[in-house]
C-alpha cells in the first residue's frame, strides 16, 4: 500500500492551498484517512481525519478553516486549506489505517508566509 500525497507550497497569510492523497494497493479499504502536520521543532499532530461513514474529527486550531473530504470509491482523501496562518507551515503527512496497521504518505510541505 502507498500514500502518493500532491498539492502544498508556499502562499501567503490568508491564502488557500488543497492537499489530496490516493491510497493505492489491491484490496486496501482505509477505516480511517486524514491529514498530520510535523512543524520544526514540535511533535507530529493530527490535522483532521474522517471515517468510512464520514465522521470528522479536527484540530481546534483548524476549525472552521480547514475541510477535509474522501471518495472511498476511489481511496482518496481531501484537505481544503483556507485562510493559512504563519502557524500552519509544517510538513503535511497523508494517514489511513487499515484493520490494525497505519500507512503514511511521504509529506508535502505547506509554508505560509506573514
Given at each position: 500500500?502507498?500514500?502518493?500525497?500532491?498539492?502544498?507550497?508556499?502562499?501567503?497569510?490568508?491564502?488557500?492551498?488543497?492537499?489530496?492523497?490516493?491510497?493505492?494497493?489491491?484490496?486496501?479499504?482505509a477505516?480511517?484517512?486524514?491529514?498530520?502536520?510535523?512543524?520544526?521543532?514540535?511533535?507530529?499532530?493530527?490535522?483532521?481525519?474522517?471515517?468510512?461513514?464520514?465522521?470528522?474529527?479536527?484540530?481546534?486550531?483548524?476549525?472552521?478553516?480547514?475541510?477535509?473530504?474522501?471518495d472511498?470509491?476511489?481511496?482518496?482523501?481531501?484537505?481544503?486549506?483556507?485562510?493559512?496562518?504563519?502557524?500552519?507551515?509544517a510538513?503535511?503527512?497523508c494517514?489511513?489505517?487499515?484493520y490494525?496497521?497505519?500507512?503514511?504518505?511521504?509529506?508535502t510541505?505547506?509554508?505560509?508566509?506573514?
Open positions: 500500500v502507498q500514500l502518493q500525497a500532491s498539492g502544498g507550497g508556499s502562499v501567503q497569510s490568508g491564502g488557500s492551498l488543497r492537499l489530496s492523497c490516493a491510497a493505492s494497493g489491491s484490496g486496501f479499504s477505516s480511517t484517512m486524514g491529514w498530520y502536520r510535523q512543524a520544526p521543532g514540535k511533535q507530529r499532530e493530527m490535522v483532521a481525519v474522517i471515517n468510512r461513514s464520514g465522521s470528522i474529527n479536527y484540530a481546534d486550531s483548524v476549525k472552521g478553516r480547514f475541510t477535509i473530504s474522501r472511498n470509491a476511489k481511496n482518496t482523501v481531501s484537505l481544503q486549506m483556507n485562510s493559512l496562518k504563519p502557524e500552519d507551515t510538513v503535511y503527512y494517514y489511513a489505517i487499515a490494525t496497521t497505519s500507512y503514511w504518505g511521504q509529506g510541505q505547506v509554508t505560509v508566509s506573514s
